[in-house]
Structure formats: C-alpha cells, structure tokens
C-alpha cells in the first residue's frame, strides 16, 4: 500500500484505479494548489501526481523524504527537477503519445485563427456588427494551405504536425537537434538550418521542449531572420521564446502575427499581447480535451501503478534511477 498526493482534481475513475489497487490517496481538490498544501501534501507521500503547473524542485522533493515517484500530467516534465529527482533515485513519469495528436490539432487551429483573422473578426462582429461583405481589405488575411510551414522540433507533436501540413498542401522545413532523414520521405519534409527555416517560412511553428538549450531559442536576432508577412506559433513552452523581443517585433511590424498557447511567465500574460490585434492566445490548451486528459490521466495511473509492483514503466522519464527504492 503506497500513500499518494494528487495536486489538482482529476477524474473519480482515477482515483477509484488506485484505490481499488489498494493505495491511499489525497487529491487536493483545486486545479492550482497552493505551496504551502503541496509541501504539506508530499510531506509523507511515496507518490505525487502533478499536473503542470505545480513545481516539483528542490525544495518540494526535500520536503518529501518517503517519495518514491512523480507522475507528471503532461509530456513535458520542465516543471520537476530532473537533477534534483535523479540524486534522490526519484523515479519521473509523464504522458508522452496519447496528447499528440491533440496538440497538433490545436496547432493548426492557431494558426488558422491567426492567418485568417477569426478571433479578431469575431471579436469585431459582437461589438460592430456584421460589416457588409467587402472584396477589398480591411478583412483580408492570409492563406495557410500552400504556404511554407517550418517545424521547430520534429518529435511525436512536431510530425503530427507535418502530417496536416501534408493534406494542406504545404511545403515543410524541419530543425531539429537530430535531424530525421527516414521520416522525411513519409511527412514530405526537408531539415535545414534554424536560420534557413526562419528566413523560409510562412509559418513558424515551435514544438521543442523547454531545456537550457532552448530557453529563449527565438529571441530578437530570430524575428530579424524572419519574413515580414510571417506568423510565429507556439504550443512548446513560453521560455522558449523571449517575450519582450516577440511585443516588439509584432508592434514593430516585423512579423505579420502570433498564435500562442504558452507564456513565458504563466499563468502571467505579457499585458501588451493583450492589446495586439494580430495576436490569437490560448491558455495552455493544448491537450484540453476530454478524451486526451482522460488519457492522460490514464497512463499516469498505469505508470505508477507498473511501477510500483516493480515493473518498468513506458513512460519512465529517468531511466538510470530504475528501479530506484522501489
Ligand atoms: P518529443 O517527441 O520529445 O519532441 C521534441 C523534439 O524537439 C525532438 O525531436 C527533439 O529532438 C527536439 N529538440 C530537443 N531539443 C532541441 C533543440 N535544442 N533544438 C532543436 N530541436 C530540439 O516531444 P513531444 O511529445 O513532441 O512534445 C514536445 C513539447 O511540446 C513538450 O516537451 C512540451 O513542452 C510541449 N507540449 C505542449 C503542450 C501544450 O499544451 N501546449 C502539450 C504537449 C506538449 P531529438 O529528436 O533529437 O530528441
Ligand atoms: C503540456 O503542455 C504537456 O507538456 O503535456
């Protein structure tokens, strides 16, 4: 029997998967849980379950002295203290695969908005009323399907997106840490240098994690590359783009647009993007379905549960800590 803290509400059949398994579980019953509830919560759990939003440093896993794993709800684990975790022989699970799909979704729904102007429009309808149909600007935008997409990141998200791109009849350009000449053929796509695709692309869409490397990938030397009538996406991770470079940019009219899903300083929205009008925003939906999350929540459950009958997970984060204090 293993005590587990939860830190966010999550779906009753979680909840009864690990009971039924027979472990105790707390779940805090907010969507955002306070530092002083998750120090408090952890203090004698051998598992924590987390959704993004709540940092697992050095402090939360000092604080934890029976911990044994960390379920991440979400692929991306920039939220935990790898480092941290592995000195403890932590074990980290997250949920890669099962939102793939799902984010690509949404990233074809940003882009879209923003190319095409919908949010804005709508948003001018409700206030304007319905303008009388003109041939001639002001509604003009741009078209998505044959223009040039550039994939920052061609992992699982990054090829789900390629593969749209495919039935858009768009060209593709990839960069990528390791590039991937088998997949090419399949998701007609060509790598080249981070320079090339932003000075190539229509479209520029990020899909890397967020690790030293890629904090602030795309700062104001990259807008600079960039073509004038191009829009930047992002559904990765804020940092990845430097912020304050991104308002001058699109104030300066050095891009044409943004569409983004993630912040910098979530859940902090950078004020002037508020006022921009060639700007779609997004609260970190990606994976914001119903049939994804309970995915999600599903393949974290299973994850711990493997491991704690000493299994080894597929979606073990660190795997030189395996199998740890289990
Ligand atoms: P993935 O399969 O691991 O793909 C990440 C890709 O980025 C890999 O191909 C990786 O290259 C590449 N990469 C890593 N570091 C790089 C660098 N410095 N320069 C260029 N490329 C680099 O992960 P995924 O499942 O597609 O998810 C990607 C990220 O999306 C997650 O980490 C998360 O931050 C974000 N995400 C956001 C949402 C949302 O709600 N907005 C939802 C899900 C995920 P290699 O092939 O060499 O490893
Ligand atoms: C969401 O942002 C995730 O990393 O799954």
Not at 94 to 112: I, R
């Amino acid at each position: 029997m293993a005590r587990i803290f939860i830190s966010c509400r999550i779906f009753p059949e979680t909840i009864e998967r690990l009971t039924r398994a027979g472990h105790e579980v707390e779940m805090y019953p907010g969507d955002v849980v306070s530092r002083e509830e998750l120090l408090r919560g952890v203090a004698d759990a051998e598992v924590l379950i987390v959704p993004l939003s709540t940092k697992v440093d050095r402090e939360v896993l000092a604080a934890a002295p029976e911990l044994k794993i960390v379920a991440n709800l979400g692929v991306g684990v920039d939220n935990i203290d790898l480092q941290e975790a592995n000195a403890r022989k932590v074990v980290v699970l997250n949920t890669p695969g099962v939102l793939t799909e799902t984010v690509a979704d949404l990233t074809f729904a940003l882009m879209l908005a923003v190319a095409r102007r919908v949010v804005e429009l709508d948003k001018r309808l409700r206030v304007e009323g319905f303008p009388g149909w003109s041939f001639m600007p002001p509604y003009l935008g741009r078209d998505v399907w044959g223009a040039t997409l550039g994939i920052v990141g061609l992992g699982r998200i990054g090829a789900a997106v390629a593969r749209r791109a495919k039935c858009f009849s768009m060209k593709v350009l990839y960069h990528s840490r390791t590039p991937k000449p088998d997949l090419e053929p399949e998701l007609g796509c060509r790598y080249v240098p981070l320079e090339e695709l932003l000075r190539e692309s229509d479209f520029v869409v990020l899909c890397v994690p967020l690790t030293p490397e890629t904090y602030h990938l795309i700062g104001e030397r990259e807008f600079s590359l960039m073509k004038r009538s191009a829009y930047l996406v992002n559904i990765a991770r804020g940092p990845v783009v430097e912020e304050g470079a991104l308002v001058r940019a699109l104030k300066d009219g050095r891009i044409a647009g943004a569409a983004l899903d993630v912040f910098e300083r979530e859940p902090e929205v950078h004020p002037e993007l508020l006022e921009l009008d060639n700007v779609v925003l997004t609260p970190h939906i990606g994976s914001a379905t119903l049939d994804t999350r309970r995915r999600m929540a599903s393949l974290a459950v299973a994850g711990v549960l493997a491991a704690l009958r000493g299994e080894r997970p597929g979606n073990l984060v660190n795997p030189n800590v395996w199998p740890s204090k289990l």
